[in-house]
Each structure stands twice: as C-alpha cells, then as structure tokens.
C-alpha cells in the first residue's frame, strides 16, 4: 500500500529537534524523501541551547530506519545563500521538489520592556524573514514541478495577542500575512500555502518558556490566555506533524491560505 506522501520530496527546516524532526519522520513514514536543515548553534540572545549536530544526525537515523532518503546539512535561514545551497544539494539527490516545511524559530518569554534589540532582531530574522527565505528558495522549485504545498509553522500566537512574548507574537503573526498573500500569488501555479497552529508542544522549545509563571502571577487576569479548553497542557509534536502531512497530501489539493489550529481549543477561548 502506498503512503499518503509516496515519492513526494519535503524540504523541512529546524530538522534536527522537536517539531521538525517529527514532521520529516512522519512525512518518511508515509513516503516522502528529506532534505532537512538546521542551524546547529545556539544565538547570544537566547537563554536555552538549540539544535546541535548530534541532534541533526539523529534526525537522518530515524527517518534511513524508514526506508525513506535524507540529506541532511547544516544551514542559516537568516542567509538565503546557505538555505539555497542545502536545497540544491538535495535536487542534486532526489531531481524534484513537492513540499516545503518552513519550521525553524525561536522563542523566549519576558515583559515587553525587556526586549532588547538584540533579541527584537534575532526573532524577527529567524521566525519572519527565515520563513519568507525558506519559501522564496523552495517556491521556483515547486513551480518547475508543476504545483506543490507549502506549509508555515505559526501559533496560536500567530493568531491571539499573548503576553511576555512579544517579538514571537510579532513574528508568527507575520508568518500569516506571508502565507495569505502567497497563496493568493502562487495558487496559478498550483502550489498552495498553509500555516499551522499549534498551543504549546512538548519539544525542547519549551525550556525557552521557564519563567513564564512568576509573569503570570504579576498579572493573573492575563492567565487564561495560556489555558486550553481541552484538559491538556502540552500536545505531543507527531499531533502536529499530522496537520503537516495532511497539508502536504493530495488529500488537501483545494486547502490554500488556511489557518490550521492544533490547538486544544486555545484560540476559542
């Protein structure tokens, strides 16, 4: 029996952990070739370790123990020459592109008077311009295939003003505007362009949000922002990646410019 994404190839970036891992698993189970991508070093401006080269090796075992291809390389959303680079060495294995999966962010938690530039600038670069660079690399690609998905990891705080997360907040809800706009834009091409939703996730993100209580009892009226309306804290990553395989199917073939909410009802409340 063929899988929902068979022959399909993904290019999936912040590949090494988390989210991203599970998305080019899920993808590898159900058929898809990887090209995964990460940075694999931590930023001055965030508090919590990111992605290592270990952690990206990891990745390329577990989805090889599907059956499925990968070529994983190291790379910076921030520079569009790098992500380019690492796309092309994946054409160079698998000759076509289907799917593209701009993952990569980052996220810390403070009040807003103590965003300094540093972090304003390192946020915005990575969660916003890493998502418009990953799709400006990967959109030609899928044009000369002849259609394709995208799909763009955005929030609940891409759709709802939550508190102590300000250059996040900012950021996903830019990721919105980038995917309505470009799936009016390419649609003629047949590509369509998604963004996904999730509440919080069980992944090593999370380490990034400590502190986020203490901010929460100087205010409690803003506590129940947080609250899911599922009794749920945390969903798993794969509850996500199911959204992202969905996306990248052909069960999805008239779904462009939505706005998907794994969310445990946060956004409803």
Known sequence: MSGRVEGKVAFITGAARGMGRSHALRLAEEGADIIAVDLLEDYDSVGYPLSTPSDLDATVKLVEETGRRIVARRADVRDPDSLSAALDAGLAEFGHLDVVVANAGICTVQTWDKVDRQLWQDTLDTNLTGVWNTMVAGAPH??????????????????????????????????????????????????????????????????????????????????????????????????????????????????TGLEFTIDAGNTTR
Do not use: C, W
Not at 161 to 175: D, N, R
Not at 194 to 221: A, F, K, Q, R, Y
């Open 142 to 255: 899928l044009i000369a295939n002849g259609g394709g998905s995208i799909i763009a990891t955005s929030s609940t705080a891409g759709l709802k003003g939550i508190p102590f997360l300000t250059p996040y907040v900012a950021s996903k809800h830019g990721v919105v505007g980038i995917a309505r706009s470009l799936s009016n834009e390419l649609a003629r091409h047949q590509i369509r362009v998604n963004t996904v939703h999730p509440t919080g996730v069980d992944t090593p993100m999370l380490v990034g949000l400590g502190g986020l209580e203490p901010l929460i009892s100087l205010d409690p009226d803003v506590g129940g922002i947080f609250q899911n309306s599922l009794p749920v804290n945390l969903i798993q990553p794969r509850d996500v990646s199911e959204a992202v395989l969905f996306l990248a199917s052909e069960e999805s073939r008239y779904v």
